[in-house]
């Protein structure tokens, strides 16, 4: 159990001191206020409705994923129906449709290519995690 926390508490210090360097760096290369971590701000009512929709749809297919694998007795033949994958594709989606209406509203396009920059350095930190063998050792 001990050796679980300490590698948790390890995945979770590694990817908090990338995560600040990577926002102090970007942010300061592209001239935009630096965010906090999990930022969750939305721009307009027109963001904000459109992630709710996402995230409402998120829940629908984790519970249709949920009773898809109970009824073919978890079979690992769909992959795309796991909870990492479909968690996965919603937040590109969240944040592809942040960028999106950032785009839209700004003129100023930096805030838009941060999100997609934010959102590509989140995508490779933990698909470095979850490919490497860090979890059976």
Same mark, same amino acid.
Not at 42 to 48: F, L, Q
Not at 68 to 94: K, M, Q
């Given at each position: 159990?001990?050796?679980? #926390?300490? &590698?948790?508490?390890? *995945?979770?210090?590694?990817?908090?001191?990338?995560?600040?360097?990577?926002?102090?760096?970007?942010? &300061? %290369?592209?001239?935009? &206020? %630096?965010?906090?971590?999990?930022?969750?701000? !939305?721009?307009? $009512?027109?963001?904000?409705?459109? $992630? &709710? #929709?996402?995230?409402? =749809?998120? =829940?629908?297919? #984790?519970?249709?994923?949920? *009773?898809?694998?109970? +009824? !073919? $007795?978890?079979?690992?033949?769909?992959?795309?129906?796991?909870?990492?994958?479909? +968690?996965?594709?919603?937040?590109?989606?969240?944040?592809?449709?942040?960028?999106?209406? @950032?785009?839209?509203?700004?003129? $100023?396009?930096? @805030?838009? *290519?941060?999100?997609?920059?934010?959102?590509?350095?989140?995508? =490779?930190?933990? !698909?470095? =995690?979850?490919?490497?063998?860090?979890?059976?050792?």
């Amino acid at each position: 159990m001990t050796t679980l #926390l300490l &590698k948790v508490l390890l *995945i979770l210090g590694i990817y908090a001191i990338l995560d600040t360097f990577f926002h102090r760096v970007t942010s &300061k %290369r592209l001239g935009v &206020k %630096r965010r906090s971590f999990f930022s969750s701000e !939305t721009v307009n $009512d027109h963001h904000e409705r459109g $992630d &709710k #929709l996402l995230s409402y =749809l998120t =829940l629908l297919v #984790l519970l249709a994923g949920f *009773i898809f694998h109970v +009824v !073919t $007795d978890f079979d690992s033949e769909y992959w795309f129906f796991h909870p990492y994958f479909i +968690v996965a594709i919603f937040y590109v989606a969240r944040n592809l449709w942040k960028s999106f209406v @950032e785009n839209k509203v700004f003129s $100023d396009k930096r @805030e838009s *290519i941060y999100t997609l920059m934010e959102t590509g350095m989140n995508i =490779l930190l933990f !698909t470095a =995690l979850f490919t490497s063998g860090f979890w059976f050792f």
